[in-house]
């Protein structure tokens, strides 16, 4: 998507993506991939999201990547955080403790910068990308992980045809097709999450689903 797109939502607050809260699916299955104290765990799209915080408290260092420079400013304005701040091929990088965003281009990272990372955690990078970009987003930038690299991923199912994304619904056929060559997946938990999504429901959507999936690079 144009990235001009991301940057309006930002500057006009459109951000219901967002939550006040870490994403409950992951407190519950993050144990699922029995990381070692100390391991770097790189987020894609991170925005200014609570899970960063939360991976930061389990004992991780947290690699976030964020094309908005608000999203950037506001996460650590918001936990009262001053960075060091330093420029790189990458982009701005703006670290605080355990925490690194990197506010640029996430298609702009190479096996470099990902080299140390032990896992990789997407609730909200994947569903925000339409189709041609989905592919692209696993088979180049996913491809730039370290074999071993465990991930923990978070989407969306529901009829694509009543609403339009973002965040877009990606059923398990198409994660299987996408990450199959090179990970091995495994469906953790498929949840109906309709009745606590009104907006969804306002929208006309019939169905609504969460689903959770453990992935490891061979």
């Not at 609570?50 to 650590?76: C, I, K, N, T, Y």
């Not at 506010?103 to 910068?113: E, N, T």
Request: glycine share 8%; hydrophobic share 40%.
């Amino acid at each position: 998507m144009d990235p001009d797109f991301w940057h309006q939502r930002w500057r006009e607050g459109r951000i219901g993506f967002h939550q006040d809260a870490p994403t409950s699916l992951l407190l519950k299955h993050w144990s699922a991939l029995a990381l070692t104290p100390g391991s770097q765990v790189f987020v894609p799209l991170a925005g200014k999201s609570l899970d960063l915080v939360w991976l930061a408290a389990q004992g991780h260092r947290v690699l976030g990547v964020e094309l908005s420079p608000l999203a950037v400013a506001q996460f650590f304005d918001e936990h009262g955080l001053t960075p060091q701040v330093h420029d790189s091929r990458y982009g701005r990088h703006y670290r605080a403790g355990d925490i690194e965003l990197i506010c640029g281009d996430v298609f702009g990272l190479d096996a470099d910068v990902l080299a140390d990372c032990a896992a990789v955690y997407d609730r909200a990078a994947l569903i925000a990308l339409p189709p041609p970009l989905r592919h692209r987003y696993v088979r180049e930038l996913h491809a730039l992980l370290p074999v071993g690299c465990r991930g923990l991923l978070i989407t969306l199912e529901y009829p694509q045809h009543e609403k339009q994304g973002p965040p877009f619904a990606v059923p398990e056929a198409e994660v299987r097709e996408l990450y199959g060559r090179d990970w091995r997946v495994e469906t953790l938990e498929r949840r109906d999450i309709l009745a606590q999504q009104p907006g969804f429901v306002a929208e006309g959507v019939s169905a609504l689903e969460t689903v959770v999936y453990r992935l490891s690079k061979r």
